[in-house]
């Protein structure tokens, strides 16, 4: 059930059926049965119900994808019969809470309304249109891929990236295909759909808006808002506007806010002829909402009855916080500083794209485990991105919970979007419903216009040649511009955030964006910065190049985990370059990138050397060619995934404050594929997660190369940094809470000799930051391959003032390649410890990211920790979940407990 549906709603989820109308889109052997018809689940979508009904193979399978294009082009008919009788109310409403998209809806055989707008609620008074008995419910679709071509050619075109003209209709567009998504264009109706039957009034929406007052008094105006029921006048047309009744009536309202430690209620009024009433409640000593990491996510459940519930009850969980943003211009640029009750907080975390291709399979368990990703990595920030969806409440209730900022989107991205006015009217209406829907959250810190349409317009190749019109008058450049979209980001959006939530939200128009005028949209050092040089063109060493004031975009892409992987992929060989793995990669030349940037680091060579084949051509090297096996490809694609990320995200945590967030793109899938995730379609946590729990941690220690002093006054020239010669150990306190703790950082040989080693005693504030220049005799090794940094913090006694240490930091002299890393270190055992199994590590010498594949050996297993490194005599335990009921001894199988140490060996060269 959709959260605060009234209870006066009918969901009709039985007895649907679903019939193709244009069968000559239809494979010939299947038309009969989508003829006749087929059992269809609602909510739902007609893929789902083809699937069901064993008409196709699974769309994620192999290469099925293929075959199933034509889905997209067929009109659908979802139909049911439902009963019904008069129960006294005088109005009866069909809702629909989610049709996607393009719609027709009738009520035995008469029509009710159209619905052009996926992300729209609709409401229809069907008062005339419902017989005693048997109705009959019919939405029909009109294919999607066909309504945005003709209304390409109506409108004419608009730049976009990927196949489909997304930009032409009101549909996610990740469902058209993105470069880490399916095309799987489709129809349904992808939420709850019933009859809405109520007297006089009902409750339309409520606004709870809050503030904290300096003396800690919370206050909340709940903004109530109802519909009146309206009646047709006597020989009044039912399709035409409703006539309002004559209504003298005032209608009582009721607002009750309760916590553990507090109770409070008040009354009011909603005056006759009127629809909307403002009530104010105070809360002294307000207990405040923190993100994670600052303090408690505290929430207060908020409750509004109209005429004692008679008239609808609503019910919310509300968090009382203030926040704002710095972007004044300073020394560096701009930056985009979030504070929160205040505090400047450093945003960590993921961007989020939706959890399934076929967005009515996602439910709340799912949504338990993405929010449980973020809790669990340390991340305090999510950004729901605008090619996406506005994610269910569940979503926002569970960041709520767990104190995870949301960065929103406003659903438009990478693409110029016409502003006729029917296009504005259904935007602005869909941004309405939404902004008013998700006001309850305080978790909802970021409102963001668009997706890269900002950047796209002022730097992408084309983008504006797209626009040209020479029949409009000539802009600043010297020629005609259709409207490309901006009216949404600079006026309607921000207009319509002052209106419904004042001062509740931050917003940009863009993202990325640089708030200077007469810079570029994806400057570093000014607003918000996407990094996708790194990955598309250039080493993830890139990274240090850029002061990135808050990066809410960047990432490294690496395959699924195995089972993940194999379980849709099926060339015989498997191979990197196979139909059906090429299938499962959608990013252009993805896993020729993958093979380039490992060069340097776990590969010869450099990141744009080429080869030549047998006829003495140049070519890519096929990534495979530098492996012994697909296994260990996909180990070094995972291993480098995490390294490049672990290796961007500490340098810029490294700059803090000057950097105030860091997003990392992305943190799930949508289907099952080789993309930039952390966490794959099934679930199965990669490399890279397992190292998020460690750079994202509140207290950061990390050693990064900066330049001395000496080498500023000696190799500087005017607007260009010398070459860094120096190292130091950068910490960060991401709490509030003071921190004081002891550092030793010791040069040592991979056997774990003591060349060479330093002290340091370090008080940080709350928020505070330090960097320790390390000695000279500290940072410079006798032999880079064969040594390694470790700063080891002491926080113990009395020192320890909170549970988020700092932990140990390692700094590696040298890239795997070059590294003289033991492949014979680590020794292993296991043992059944219950529903469990331990497997216990011990290091001989150093060991480099240890990371166990236990869903090669059970498809259920998880395994506690991940990219685990050990110094000579350590040990560490590793707790599998669901081990299955095999053998143990294949946990500890060289295909399975990989580490950096033995991929070296396995490679061709």
Known sequence: MKKNTPKTFSALQKGWTLKALNLQKVPEEIRPRLAEGIAATVPGEATLDLLRAGLIEDPFDGANENDQQWIGDVDWRFECDFEWHDDGNTRHDVVAYGLDTVAAVSLNGRPVGRANDFYQTYRWNVNEFLVAGTNTLTVDFSSPVRVAEERELVNGAYPHVEHHPFNQIRKPSYSFGWDWGIDVANAGIWQQIGIDSWSK??????????????????ILNAIVTIERDVLPAIGHDPSGPAVPVEDPLAVPVTLTVKACDFEGEITGVIEPKRTTATLTLEVPNVRLWWPQGYGEASLYQLEVAVNDGIQGRWAARIGFRTVSVDTAADSVGRPFQISVNGVPVHARGYNWIPDDAFISSVDRTRYERGVRDLVESHSNMVRVWGGGIYEADDFYDLCDEHGIMVWQDFALACAAYDETAGTRKEIETEARQQITRLSTHPSLVVWNGSNENYVAYSEWGGFKEGLRDDDRPKNDFGYGEKPWGDYYYSELFPKLLRELVPNATLYLASSPMSFSKQVGANLDTDGTMHIWDVWNREDYRKYCDYTPRFADEFGYQAPPAWSTLTAVIHDDPLDAFGEQMLVHQKAAGGNYKLARGMRSHLTPGHLDEVSLDEAGNRSWLIPTDEWETLEDWHWACQLQQAHAIE???????????????????????????????????????KPLWYASQHFFAPRFATIQPRISQRQWEERSWEGKKPAADALALVLQNDTRTDSRSSWTVRRMTMGGHVLAQAKFEVSLEPGGHAELLLPADVVKPNDATAEI?????????????????????????????????????????????GDSAVITLTATSYVRDVF???????????????????????????VIAQPGSGELAEYLSARVLRSANELKVRGKY
């Not at 945590?653 to 379609?681: C, K």
């Not at 003032?801 to 140990?808: H, P, S």
């Open 647 to 685: 290796f961007g995200v500490a340098h810029m945590r490294s700059l803090e404050p000057v950097n105030a967030g860091a997003l990392i793109w992305q943190l799930n899938d949508d289907w099952p594929v080789v993309s930039w995730s952390a966490v794959d379609y099934c679930g199965r946590r």
């Open 201 to 218: 009034a009902r409750i339309e929406s409520v606004r709870p808006l809050v503030d904290v007052r300096d003396d800690g008094t919370g």
């Open 789 to 833: 940094l470790v700063a080891t913090p002491d926080e113990q006694g009395s020192q320890r003032v909170c549970d988020a240490c700092f932990e140990r930091c390692i700094y590696n002299f040298a890239e795997v390649l070059d590294q003289k890393l033991d492949p014979r270190a680590l020794e292993a055992e296991i043992t059944a410890s």
């Open 852 to 878: 166990c594949m236990a869903d090669k050996v059970s498809a259920q297993a998880v395994v506690d920790k991940g990219m685990v490194s050990l110094l000579p005599g350590e040990h560490q335990s590793l």
